[in-house]
T-cell receptor, first 114, second 117 residues
Framework: AQKVTQAQTEISVVEKEDVTLDCVYETRDTTYYLFWYKQPPSGELVFLIRRNSFDEQNEISGRYSWNFQKSTSSFNFTITASQVVDSAVYFCALIGSSGDKLTFGTGTRLAVRP | GAGVSQSPSNKVTEKGKDVELRCDPISGHTALYWYRQRLGQGLEFLIYFQGNSAPDKSGLPSDRFSAERTGESVSTLTIQRTQQEDSAVYLC???????????????FGDGTRLSIL
């Protein structure tokens, strides 16, 4: 069985603060992929990143960065210098060796105040 | 269009009625998925189609739920004898060649917001 845990239900920060969204996963598969999706108030899910289980290099894309640590089964997401437009629900998800359906966490609602 | 298209965007119906939700995947995407998102919750997997293979129906919550897909095109999700607990946003996603060797990102539609009175 697979499980994705996002322990932070809601986070509120002031614009320009850095914020880290936590994601912890469970899987028995040795090969798997991890994802982050953003769901803004308009409702659509926007793909942010995919990382496979054999690549533990951290990734940076603009103000976004991801820290993948297999030792702690975590795939945390940091937004640097947050902006109001970052306000959304962020979902962490996992695909295991079956390679098809995503297992989602329950999401973290991020509110960035001006 | 370039993205996944779902219709209707909103559906309000009375308990006990049947509803049909439609999904148009991105052209060329072989894999199609249906998820349900209840208010304030994460996404629950419902069903997955991959090409001409038998669909993975393991997430369907009851026999009132069914889905069809013709080839690699449109899919319809049907809920019969709707109940109030069926109220949710139903999201469709599509992706390129599936399987752990690729795990292509799933691209989501805007969803159908279903409200059962």
């Amino acid at each position: 069985a697979q499980k994705v845990t996002q322990a932070q239900t809601e986070i509120s920060v002031v614009e320009k603060e850095d914020v880290t969204l936590d994601c912890v996963y469970e899987t028995r598969d040795t090969t798997y992929y991890l994802f982050w999706y953003k769901q803004p108030p308009s409702g659509e899910l926007v793909f942010l990143i995919r990382r496979n289980s054999f690549d533990e290099q951290n990734e940076i894309s603009g103000r976004y960065s991801w820290n993948f640590q297999k030792s702690t089964s975590s795939f945390n997401f940091t937004i640097t210098a947050s902006q109001v437009v970052d306000s959304a629900v962020y979902f962490c998800a996992l695909i295991g060796s079956s390679g098809d359906k995503l297992t989602f966490g329950t999401g973290t609602r991020l509110a960035v105040r001006p | 269009g370039a993205g996944v298209s779902q219709s209707p965007s909103n559906k309000v119906t009375e308990k006990g009625k049947d509803v049909e939700l439609r999904c148009d995947p991105i052209s060329g995407h072989t894999a199609l998925y249906w998820y349900r998102q209840r208010l304030g919750q994460g996404l629950e997997f419902l069903i997955y189609f991959q090409g001409n293979s038998a669909p993975d129906k393991s997430g369907l919550p009851s026999d009132r739920f069914s889905a069809e897909r013709t080839g690699e095109s449109v899919s319809t999700l049907t809920i019969q004898r709707t109940q109030q607990e069926d109220s949710a946003v139903y999201l469709c996603a599509s992706s390129g060649l599936s399987g752990i060797r690729s795990a292509q990102p799933q691209h989501f539609g805007d969803g159908t917001r279903l409200s059962i009175l």
